[in-house]
C-alpha cells in the first residue's frame, strides 16, 4: 500500500505563484511516474502533469509554459510549480502515483485564484 499526501495549496491572487508537494510512503518499490490532476467545481478531474522516473514530462496545454512539474526520485517525492496563476485554475488539486501498475491518489489541496 502506497500513502500519498499532498500539501501546499491555498489562496492567491491572479498572476501570483504556488508550489504544491506531494509525498509518498509506504510499501514502495519502484513509482513509475506521478502526476498531478485537478478538479473544479462541477467539472471532472483534469490532467495538470505527470512526470516518469526517466524524468520526461506531459502538461496540459492550458498549463503549458506557467507550470513546472519536477520530481525527486530519492525522496518519492514531486513537485508542481505553478506561476501566472488565473482564477480558471482554481480546483482541487489531485497528486497521482503509479507504483507497480497500481494507481494511488491523495486527498487533493485547494488552490484558490482570487481575481
Known amino acids: 500500500q502506497v500513502h500519498v499526501v499532498e500539501s501546499g495549496g491555498g489562496l492567491v491572487q491572479t498572476g501570483g505563484s504556488l508550489r504544491l508537494s506531494c509525498a509518498a510512503s509506504?510499501?514502495?518499490?519502484?513509482?513509475?511516474?506521478m502526476g498531478w490532476y485537478r478538479q473544479a467545481p462541477g467539472k471532472q478531474r483534469e490532467l495538470v502533469a505527470t512526470?516518469?522516473?526517466?524524468?520526461?514530462?506531459n502538461y496540459a496545454d492550458s498549463v503549458k509554459g506557467r507550470f513546472t512539474i519536477s520530481r525527486d526520485n530519492a525522496k518519492n517525492t514531486a513537485y508542481l510549480q505553478m506561476n501566472s496563476l488565473k482564477p480558471e485554475d482554481t480546483a482541487v488539486y489531485y497528486c497521482?502515483?503509479?507504483?507497480?501498475?497500481?494507481?494511488?491518489w491523495g486527498q487533493g489541496t485547494q488552490v484558490t485564484v482570487s481575481s
Open positions: 512526470i516518469t522516473s526517466g524524468g520526461n514530462t
Open positions: 497521482n502515483v503509479i507504483e507497480r501498475s497500481m494507481n494511488y
Open positions: 509506504g510499501s514502495i518499490f519502484s513509482i513509475y511516474a
